[in-house]
């Protein structure tokens, strides 16, 4: 059974968010849909801000677009977060066959499109992902989801532990101490410049599991 959640008081304790801008210390807020699905915390969002107009245009060079995306959730009145999970998205544009194939996930599903819009698409909407298990997320308690996003990182951990979960399917769950999943303190509370071609970072409106009516 899927229950959307209640966002109604939440939605209003946001401030007028900042303009879209990538690579930018300060987070910028949009909106995200959560839903609860089994046992698990489901968010629909997209990362389409992450490319400008050059990034889009490179999907087709010929060479790996490649996507990290890093996921916190945390108390809106904390910076501990109680859940977390990490991904890779990768396309590649075939010049001879002119296909983009897009790896998500574990790097064993591959999709192939021949419209490059369909392709980016792919590639940047998040579509019902699972973020943490309900368990972790009390019942009437407010949160906030950080994610930071970065388009082809140069950074030689971040790049082998890439191409290990593309290739092999690691990963997942709140991992303090790897290069791939790194601090959340250190990207939202003190950020650095990253090892990248762009970096986006992104909050949630404030959401919160309202207790089920019996």
Known sequence: ??????????????????????????PIVQ???FVERGD???????????????????????????????????????TDPVAGSQLARQVLYGVWDEVYEIKLGDGRKVIKEKRKAE?????????DLPVAKLS??????????AMEVELNPVDPKTLTEVRRWLSQGTGGGLDRGGAFFGSFVSVFVNPKIAEADRVLRLRSQPFYR?????
């Open 1 to 26: 059974m899927t229950r959307a959640l209640l966002l109604g008081f939440a939605l209003l304790l946001v401030a007028s968010p900042a303009p879209a801008r990538a690579d930018d210390d300060r």
């Open 31 to 33: 909106k995200m849909r």
């Open 40 to 78: 698990q915390l489901e968010v629909t969002t997209s990362i389409g801000k992450l490319f400008d107009t050059a990034a889009y245009e490179a999907l087709d060079s010929g060479f790996n677009s490649t996507v990290v995306i890093r996921i916190w959730i945390y108390p809106r009145d904390g």
């Open 119 to 127: 392709a980016f698409k792919r590639l940047t909407e998040l579509v």
């Open 136 to 145: 972790q997320i009390p019942y009437d308690q407010v949160f906030l989801l």
């Open 210 to 214: 309202p207790r089920p009516v019996r």
